[in-house]
C-alpha cells in the first residue's frame, strides 16, 4: 500500500486538475469578448447609435442601437459568421477551441494518473511523475498558446469588428473592444495545472531525498563493521 504522504499528494493533485477541468469547461460556455462600435447612416457623419457584438467561442449575440435607423438584438454563431469573413479569422478561432480541447484532454490524463498513483504503490513510471509532468505541462502550454492566438485574432485581426461590420448596413468605427470572463479563466486553469506538476515534484523530491538519508548510514559505515 502507498504511504499517507503519497496518497495525499496525489489526490489534491488530482483535485486541482479537476478543478482545472471545471474552469475551462465553464470557460468554453461563457463569453469572451466585447467589441462595441458607433453605427451612423451610410452617407451621414452623425454617430449616433451603436452595435455591440459579445461572442463567445461558438455563440454570441448582436446588439443594435439606432443603427442606423432601429435597435435589434439576435443571437450570432460565431463560426457561421467567421466562415463568410474567412482567412485568418476562422483559421485561428478553430485553433483556439482545437488547443482547449487537446488541453482538456490533458487534463483527463493528468486526473487519471494521480488517481491511480494515489492506490498503486510503485510509481516510478510513465504512467507516475513523468506522466503527469507531461498531461499536465501540455494543457498548461495548449492553453498559453489559445490565449496568445485569441488575443491576435481579437486585437490584431480585428474579429469582432469584422463580425459587426459584415452584417450591418451602416457606417461603423470607433471600436472599443474588452475581453470578458471566459478569456481570463485560462490564466487560472494554467495556474491549477502547475500546482498540480508541483505537488507531484515535491513528493518526487522529498522521496528521493528521504531515501538517500536512509543510505548514508551504510555509505558512512566503517570498513570494519561492514564486512559483517
Same mark, same amino acid.
Given at each position: 500500500? $502507498?504511504?499517507?504522504?503519497?496518497?495525499?499528494?496525489?489526490?489534491?493533485? #488530482?483535485?486541482?486538475?479537476?478543478?482545472?477541468?471545471?474552469?475551462?469547461? =465553464?470557460?468554453?460556455?461563457?463569453?469572451?469578448?466585447?467589441?462595441?462600435?458607433?453605427?451612423? $447612416?451610410?452617407?451621414?457623419? *452623425?454617430?449616433?447609435?451603436?452595435?455591440?457584438?459579445?461572442?463567445? /467561442?461558438?455563440?454570441?449575440? @448582436?446588439?443594435?442601437?439606432?443603427? $442606423?435607423?432601429?435597435?435589434?438584438?439576435?443571437? +450570432?454563431? +460565431?463560426?457561421?459568421?467567421? @466562415?463568410?469573413?474567412?482567412?485568418?479569422?476562422?483559421?485561428?478561432?478553430?485553433?483556439?477551441?482545437?488547443? &482547449? +480541447?487537446?488541453?482538456?484532454?490533458?487534463? #483527463?490524463?493528468?486526473?487519471?494518473?494521480?488517481?491511480?498513483?494515489?492506490?498503486?504503490? $510503485?510509481?516510478?513510471?510513465?504512467?507516475?511523475?513523468?506522466? &503527469?509532468?507531461?498531461?499536465?505541462?501540455?494543457?498548461?502550454?495548449? #492553453?498559453?498558446?489559445?490565449?496568445?492566438?485569441?488575443?491576435? *485574432?481579437?486585437? +490584431?485581426?480585428?474579429?469582432?469588428?469584422?463580425?459587426?461590420? /459584415?452584417?450591418?448596413?451602416?457606417?461603423? %468605427?470607433?471600436?472599443?473592444?474588452?475581453?470578458? !470572463?471566459?478569456? =481570463?479563466?485560462?490564466?487560472?486553469?494554467?495556474?491549477?495545472? !502547475? !500546482?498540480?506538476? !508541483?505537488?507531484?515534484?515535491? =513528493? %518526487?523530491?522529498?522521496? =528521493?531525498?528521504?531515501?538517500?538519508?536512509? @543510505?548514508?548510514?551504510?555509505?558512512? #559505515?566503517?570498513?570494519?563493521?561492514?564486512?559483517?
Amino acid at each position: 500500500m $502507498p504511504s499517507t504522504e503519497k496518497i495525499i499528494y496525489f489526490l489534491c493533485s #488530482a483535485f486541482f486538475s479537476t478543478g482545472g477541468v471545471a474552469i475551462l469547461g =465553464y470557460g468554453l460556455s461563457t463569453d469572451w469578448a466585447h467589441t462595441t462600435m458607433s453605427c451612423a $447612416p451610410l452617407g451621414s457623419s *452623425n454617430f449616433n447609435g451603436s452595435s455591440t457584438i459579445q461572442m463567445g /467561442l461558438f455563440n454570441g449575440s @448582436e446588439e443594435k442601437v439606432s443603427c $442606423p435607423w432601429f435597435s435589434s438584438e439576435e443571437a +450570432v454563431k +460565431v463560426f457561421v459568421r467567421l @466562415e463568410k469573413i474567412g482567412g485568418a479569422a476562422i483559421a485561428l478561432q478553430g485553433l483556439v477551441v482545437g488547443l &482547449l +480541447v487537446l488541453a482538456l484532454v490533458g487534463s #483527463a490524463g493528468s486526473i487519471l494518473i494521480t488517481l491511480y498513483n494515489s492506490i498503486s504503490n $510503485p510509481y516510478e513510471t510513465y504512467m507516475g511523475p513523468i506522466g &503527469l509532468f507531461v498531461c499536465s505541462g501540455i494543457s498548461a502550454s495548449f #492553453a498559453f498558446l489559445a490565449l496568445v492566438l485569441y488575443l491576435i *485574432n481579437v486585437f +490584431v485581426v480585428k474579429i469582432g469588428q469584422r463580425m459587426a461590420t /459584415l452584417s450591418s448596413d451602416a457606417t461603423l %468605427q470607433d471600436e472599443d473592444t474588452h475581453l470578458l !470572463l471566459g478569456f =481570463y479563466l485560462l490564466l487560472p486553469y494554467i495556474g491549477v495545472n !502547475l !500546482l498540480a506538476i !508541483l505537488l507531484v515534484y515535491l =513528493y %518526487q523530491h522529498a522521496a =528521493y531525498t528521504q531515501r538517500k538519508e536512509k @543510505e548514508k548510514p551504510t555509505e558512512d #559505515a566503517p570498513k570494519d563493521i561492514m564486512m559483517f
